[in-house]
């Protein structure tokens, strides 16, 4: 997500009242809301690259044929947008993160999702293993489009939607964490949608 500039249909969705599965002060809508930051970026998949940077400075990279032949999950997860729309029961099919991250020697405690356009935003590393965050490709069967975030997004459904970044170049580890773009203008550090974790102070 970037900048709250651009919103589809179906923004405002129905209040879902007494749903277990909605975070509190949450709407859950059927549509899928498009919020961005400008002009999106268009990334062919010949021009594609993910990579993750060590604490050191050690890089691994693949290319979209070799992101591709990577072993992939097909998760079903409920997204929680900080503009307090919801949406149950989406399927994506992606790269969980420890398999990116597998010998990859670190110490690092916190990454920061870098995409191509510039958006960045920071996450403990903790909340991107243990089968909590994917590297998406392919979104409802389909490969994702550009305006959701294609041909490649970080998916973190834990944390409000804004951590999940479009257009995902690269995970960045680091010993301290460095706030990201929405975080560094009041945004909260965390994102947690349970415990309504949308500004500073909350």
């Known amino acids: 997500m970037g900048v709250i500039g651009t919103v589809s249909p179906g923004f405002f969705g129905r209040r879902r009242a007494k749903a277990p599965d909605l975070p509190p002060g949450q709407y859950l809508t059927e549509d899928f809301p498009v919020l961005s930051a400008g002009p999106t970026p268009r990334i062919s998949t010949e021009a594609w690259s993910f990579g993750i940077t060590t604490e050191t400075g050690e890089v691994r990279r693949w290319n979209w044929a070799e992101f591709n032949a990577l072993a992939m999950e097909r998760p079903t997860v409920d997204l929680h947008c900080v503009t307090k729309w919801s949406k149950l029961g989406t399927t ?6 420890e398999t990116l991250l597998a010998g990859v020697e670190t110490s690092a405690e916190y990454a920061v999702a870098e995409s191509y356009g510039g958006y960045t935003t920071n996450l403990p590393l903790e909340d991107l293993l243990d089968g909590k965050a994917w590297i998406a490709v392919r979104y409802d069967g389909e490969p994702i489009t550009p305006a959701h975030g294609g041909p490649a997004r970080l998916l973190v459904p834990h944390l409000y939607f804004w951590k999940s ?6 995970i960045r580890l680091l010993n301290d964490d460095e706030p990201g773009f929405w975080e560094s203008v009041g945004y909260h550090n965390y994102g947690d949608p349970w415990r309504e974790q949308r500004y500073w102070g909350d």
């Open 92 to 97: 994506w099919e992606g790269v969980p993160l």
């Open 165 to 170: 970044a479009k257009w995902v170049r690269g």
